[in-house]
């Protein structure tokens, strides 16, 4: 066990990687081992894009409201919200 704070003295020097193509990269073995990624974690739930493309349509059709029936700015409100809300799903998505 390593003590807090220090680095394990084994494999902690730089190795060139191998098919590097002639690069300087050098990268370090800390000798702990790191799980692979699961797929499940790359991918977004199918319910995302959905959402995203919902608030887009929200959005867009409460600003267009504002402008067509309504002389209070609520519907903007509403329909900037609901905009932001579908960027910030946008951002999620994978």
Known sequence: MTAPGTRPSTGS????????????????????????????????PPWVPILMLALFGVGAIAIMARYLWWDSNIPMVVGMACLLGGLFTATRWR
């Open 13 to 44: 020097k730089p190795t060139a990687k191998a098919g590097s193509g002639g690069d300087d990269a050098a990268r370090y073995d800390s000798g702990r081992y790191t799980a692979p990624t699961s797929k499940a974690m790359l991918e977004s």
